[in-house]
């Protein structure tokens, strides 16, 4: 399975710096070995802010079970400092699914 970790900014939050937000999300992730994959749109019912911000995301390719779990997990251990983590599931259909 893949998982597509995006990364929604709190209100007090603008960072329009691709290589700074590159760093600091695959530093938050270097457990993963996540793949930087710039930004997408989400939609509003799926933001915690319903606006027309893009999210920055990384992919998580060929994730385990065990993977998911561990990436879950972590996400509510340790969450990203003004930024709402979201993650989608997509298991080899064209449809992914949110898992967070």
């Known amino acids: 399975m893949d998982l597509r970790v995006c990364f929604e900014n709190m209100e007090s939050v603008n960072v329009n710096d691709a290589a700074m937000m590159k760093h600091y999300t695959k530093s938050y992730l ?6 930087w994959a710039g930004f997408i749109m989400l939609p509003h019912s799926e933001t915690m802010r319903a606006t ?25 251990e340790n969450p990203m400092a003004a930024y ?17």
Do not use: C
Not at 30 to 35: L, Y
């Open 52 to 76: 027309m911000e893009p999210a920055w995301q990384v992919l998580i390719r060929d994730a385990t079970p065990r993977t998911e779990q561990e990436l879950l997990r972590y996400l509510d």
């Open 84 to 100: 709402h983590v979201h993650v989608y599931r997509r298991d080899g259909s064209p449809n992914e699914s949110k898992i967070h």
């Open 30 to 35: 270097a457990d993963f070995d996540p793949e």
